[in-house]
C-alpha cells in the first residue's frame, strides 16, 4: 500500500516516469489488481507509451471479456495512436454490446468527447434515437453539445424535443438555455425557432411560457407581455400570468412595462379580491419610479384607506413616507407616517426597516436624543444583523456629537466579522477616527460637516468642509473633505465644481486611499449629469490604466463598453 500511496503522489505531481515504474513493480507482482493496471495504464498514457497501454489494456480485457469500460479505454487508446480506423471499430464493437443500453452510449460517446471527435458523438446519438426508437433520446446531451459549437439552432431543436416529451421540463430547458443567452446572436438565431413551433403548437402551455420568457430575456416586452396573455387564456388563470410577469418586470426596475402590464390587468378587470390591493400597489409602484409622483401618492393613499389590513397597505404607507423624506423633504409628514407603521396590520415585514427610517428622519431633524432612543431600542431585539445596525448607528451619532471613544468602543463588536457592507462602513469610520483622533479638535470640526451633509444641509455642509481644509491644512482627512467636497458639489448640480475637487485627489494626494474612487467618480459625472460620453470613456480609460487593480475596474470596462 505505500507503493501504491507514493505511485499516486508522483502521478498526481506529474512524474509520470517514477509513477510508471512503481505501478510496472505492483502489476508485476499482482497482475490482477485492477488499480494497479489501471494507474500503469493512465501514465504510459501520459507519457504516449500508446503501444505499452493497448497491450496491457488487451491483456486486461483477456481477464474481462467483452468487458464496455476496458474496451472504450482501448478504442480511446488506438485513437490516440494514429490508428483512427481501429478506434472506430473498436467502438461500433462496443455499442453492439448493448445498442439499446443508453448507459453504453453516453460510456462510447464520454470516450469520443474526450478526443473532441464531436460530429461522431452527434452520429452515434442520432442513430440510438432509431434504435430505441425515442426521437427525444439524448437530447440533453446533444443541446449541451450544439451549445458548445455555437449551433444554436440545432440547440433549441433538442430542447423542444425535451420540452414537447416533458412540459414539466420547461424550468431544466430554461437553465440549459441561460448560458447560452449571453451571446447577443444565440438569442437572435433561437427566438425565431421557438416563435415558429408555438405558431404551429397554438395550444402549447410550456412553449408559450419559454417564448414570453424568451422575449423578456431580449428585453422584449411587448411581445412578452402577448405571450403571457396567451399563457393566461390557456390556463384560465383570470390574470395571475400576467400578474406575475409585471411583478418580475417591477422587481427588475423595468417600471414602464411594468405599469402597463399592471395598467391592463385592472383596465380588464382581470384581478380577485386578493390580487387587486397588490396589482394597484405595483402600478403606484413602477408610476413612482416613472416620475409621476402626485398621482402614486394618491394611488398610495387610496390603498391605505381602501384596504387597511394588507400588506400593499403597510408598503403603500412606506412608500408615502419615503417620497415625504426623500422627494418632498417633508420630515414631518414623513415622521407621521414612518411611526403608523407598527401600529399596521400586516406590517410585520417593514417594522424594521421603518423604525430605521424614522431613527434617520429625526437625525435630519436634528432630535439626536430620540435618535438615540430609537436606535438603542432596536439594540435590544433578539436579532444580530439588528443589533449590528443599531451599534453601527449609534457609534456614528457618538461621533458626530465629537464622542470619539464611545464611537471607537461600540465598532470593536465588528472588528471579529468584517465581512458585508455594515461591517466594511463600520471599519472604514473606524480607521477614520483613529487616524484623526490626534488632533480632537479638527476631528470635531469634520465630524459636524459630516452631519451637516448627512442632514442634507448641503450648502453649509460645503462650507463647513471648505473652512475645516482651510483651518486644518496638515490634517490626514484632506482627501476625505476632499471627496466629501466633490460629493456635494455634484448633489448641488455643480458638476464643474465636482470635477474639480476629485481632480484634485487623483492628481494631487499620492497617498490618498480614494484616487480611485475620486476618478470614477469623474467618469460618472461627466457620463450621468454633463451627459459628455467621449469624456466619460476618457475618464474611465484613465482610471483601468492608472488603478488597474481597482475594485471599481469590472464596472468601468461595462460602462466604456456601453458607452461605445
Not at 201 to 224: K, P
Request: aromatic letters at 10%.
Amino acid at each position: 500500500m505505500n507503493k501504491l500511496r507514493l505511485a499516486q503522489e508522483f502521478e498526481s505531481a506529474g512524474y509520470w516516469e517514477r509513477a510508471t515504474a512503481l505501478y510496472e513493480e505492483l502489476l508485476r507482482a499482482e497482475p490482477s489488481n485492477y488499480v494497479f493496471f489501471d494507474g500503469l495504464r493512465r501514465c504510459y498514457a501520459q507519457l504516449k507509451e500508446y503501444d505499452k497501454a493497448i497491450t496491457i489494456t488487451e491483456q486486461r480485457i483477456t481477464l474481462q471479456p467483452r468487458d464496455p469500460v476496458l474496451m472504450t479505454a482501448l478504442a480511446g487508446l488506438h485513437y490516440d495512436a494514429g490508428s483512427d480506423s481501429v478506434a472506430r471499430v473498436v467502438w461500433n464493437s462496443v455499442v453492439a454490446l448493448g445498442p439499446s443500453n443508453p448507459s453504453i452510449i453516453q460510456l462510447v460517446a464520454r470516450e469520443m468527447l474526450e478526443h473532441r471527435l464531436y460530429d461522431d458523438v452527434i452520429a452515434l446519438y442520432r442513430s440510438s434515437r432509431f434504435t430505441l426508437d425515442d426521437p427525444a433520446a439524448f437530447a440533453n446531451e446533444l443541446s449541451n453539445l450544439f451549445g458548445l459549437l455555437q449551433r444554436y439552432p440545432e440547440a433549441i431543436r433538442e430542447l423542444l424535443l425535451v420540452l414537447r416529451s416533458a412540459p414539466d421540463q420547461l424550468p431544466f430547458v430554461q437553465s440549459q438555455l441561460s448560458p447560452l443567452l449571453g451571446r447577443p446572436e444565440a438569442l437572435s438565431e433561437i427566438l425565431p425557432i421557438v416563435a415558429r413551433e408555438a405558431q404551429e403548437r397554438s395550444d402549447d402551455v410550456a412553449l408559450h411560457r419559454l417564448l414570453a420568457w424568451l422575449y423578456a430575456e431580449r428585453r422584449d416586452y411587448s411581445r412578452a407581455f402577448i405571450s403571457y396573455q396567451r399563457v393566461d387564456e390557456l390556463t384560465r388563470a383570470n390574470g395571475n400570468e400576467i400578474f406575475q410577469f409585471a411583478q418580475r418586470l417591477l422587481q427588475e426596475r423595468s417600471y414602464a412595462p411594468a405599469a402597463e402590464a399592471f395598467q391592463s390587468l385592472l383596465s380588464s378587470r382581470q384581478y380577485t379580491q386578493a390580487t387587486l390591493p397588490l396589482i394597484r400597489f405595483g402600478y403606484a409602484r413602477s408610476s413612482e419610479e416613472l416620475g409621476a409622483l402626485n398621482e402614486s401618492v394618491e394611488l398610495y393613499r387610496s390603498l391605505v384607506d381602501e384596504f387597511p389590513a394588507t400588506d400593499a397597505a403597510a408598503q403603500s404607507m412606506f412608500r408615502l413616507a419615503i417620497i415625504y423624506a426623500e422627494q418632498r423633504n417633508d420630515l414631518d409628514s414623513a415622521l407621521i407616517a414612518f411611526r403608523r407603521i407598527p401600529q399596521m396590520p400586516r406590517s410585520s415585514a417593514i417594522v424594521v426597516e421603518a423604525a430605521v427610517q424614522t431613527a434617520e428622519v429625526l437625525l435630519r431633524m436634528n432630535r439626536l436624543a430620540e435618535t438615540r432612543t430609537q436606535y438603542v431600542t432596536l439594540s435590544r431585539t433578539g436579532i444580530v444583523a439588528q443589533q449590528d445596525l443599531a451599534a453601527f448607528r449609534l457609534a456614528e451619532l457618538d461621533y458626530f456629537e465629537g464622542a470619539f471613544d464611545t464611537c471607537l468602543s461600540r465598532l470593536d463588536r465588528f472588528n471579529a466579522n468584517a465581512t458585508g457592507d455594515l461591517a466594511n462602513d463600520a471599519l472604514r469610520l473606524q480607521y477614520f477616527v483613529r487616524e484623526n483622533l490626534g488632533d480632537p479638535t479638527a476631528l470635531s470640526s469634520f465630524s459636524k460637516a459630516d452631519l451637516a451633509m448627512r442632514q442634507r444641509r448641503l450648502v453649509e455642509s460645503l462650507q463647513l468642509f471648505a473652512d475645516v481644509r482651510e483651518r486644518f491644512p496638515n490634517a490626514l482627512f484632506q482627501d476625505d473633505a476632499l471627496m466629501r467636497i466633490g460629493e456635494l458639489n455634484a448633489l448641488l448640480e455643480r458638476p464643474d465644481s465636482a470635477i474639480a475637487a476629485f481632480r484634485i485627489v487623483t492628481d494631487s494626494m499620492a497617498l490618498s486611499i480614494w484616487k480611485d474612487r475620486a476618478q470614477f467618480r469623474i467618469a460618472e459625472i461627466y457620463e450621468r449629469q454633463m451627459k459628455d460620453a467621449p469624456r466619460a470613456t476618457a475618464a474611465y480609460e484613465e482610471l483601468l490604466l492608472r488603478y488597474p487593480t481597482s475594485l471599481y475596474a469590472d464596472e468601468a470596462r461595462q460602462r466604456v463598453r456601453r458607452l461605445r
